[in-house]
């Protein structure tokens, strides 16, 4: 493994309070020095990075690989390819495939094809009830020593108060944090679109914010109870702000997540029946958007996850209220939040640190920063590079966004793990 010397860019670190104009060498797998003026040594590569930023790799904590079961969808191989050129070193990959993953052998066999493709590391999150029927907990235990480094039920909720219970009281056992999809399923009742003006006015039912803030409230107080690590998925609202909020002034142990296009994408881009705009929780009202995006901002919202959800036209070529639910996002999360950033909502360092350093301190993962000794993991950023979203040229198997033909600004040059280039623009390395 050759060295690596990124020369000249703007190093950013959150993690150790770093953002100076500095060269970054990398030997043998790990961070060997960042500073000014550091000399080639022989044999090394050095790619100039001047005019760009150089960061820890990035992470993405909720991504839907869709391997086992829905092979047609997305692999573990498109899978990071896609999160490679979105300049993700590392993903976590939600329990809800086929079948799901609720015990060892699913998690090895997701370590084993993540292992083969060699491209960003993988970390499998586990079932927090079998088969993700919200009924008989999973064997935790096992699936920790198999690879999982959380548990979730993503795409369901755990419903049942007492079930909730005791799997935050076994996960905190286990050190485990548990990742909730707040939906209070007797109010959301299958409705396709966020409770409000717009879905009123194109005819599409309604679920009310209510429903994920009531499951939040639920859970707060079950987390006063047991001292459990819970993490809130996919944050949508105004009213789970709150919740989050007050929350942590309480002092309970609690993260919360929220999606690029819950940052950028109000209700009314459902209302022209795109069923890529279908997602869950839905696109939620202006107010909902300010909300987040201050939380974001503040640190009330933890972290940016893509909730990367891969379908075929087979599930989204469909009337709006049968398509199923999700985007993709992997190669469109950088530049939708640098929106935040050239809008002056987030600052770089705070960006960095909410997609990179604040998900490696949530699940305990390496990474998250640039110190002397931490994983070469790095990501060369270009926060002027333009682009057209070309939904036929994106890495990903699936093809289900609503950002084709959007101009953006910013993108991934360079994603480097473990010292090894994964992924590289042409006119970077030449």
Known sequence: MADILLRGGRVIDPARNFDASADVLLQGGKVARVEPGIAASAGARVIEAKGLWVVPGLIDMHTHLREPGQEYKENIETGTAAAAAGGFTAVCAMPNTLPPNDNRAVTELMVCRAREAGIVRVYPIGCITQGQKGENLAEMGELQEAGCVAVSDDGKCVMNSEVMRRALEYARGLGLPVIQHAEDTNLTAGGPAHEGAASTRIGLRGQPAAAESVMVARDLELVALTGARYHVAHASCAETVRLVREAKRRGLPVTAEVTPHHLTLTDEACAGYDTSTRV????????????????????????????HAPHSPVEKDVEFEQAASGMIGLETALALCLELVDAKILTPAVLVARMSAAPAKILGLPGGTLAPGAAADVTVIDPRAAWTCDPSRLRSRSRNTPFGGRAMHGRAMLTIVAGNLVFAEEKLIG
Not at 281 to 301: F, I, K, N, Q, Y
């Open 280 to 307: 869950n929780p839905p696109l939620r009202s202006a107010e909902d958007v300010a909300a987040v995006r201050a939380a974001l901002a503040d640190g009330t919202l933890d972290a940016v996850a893509t909730d």
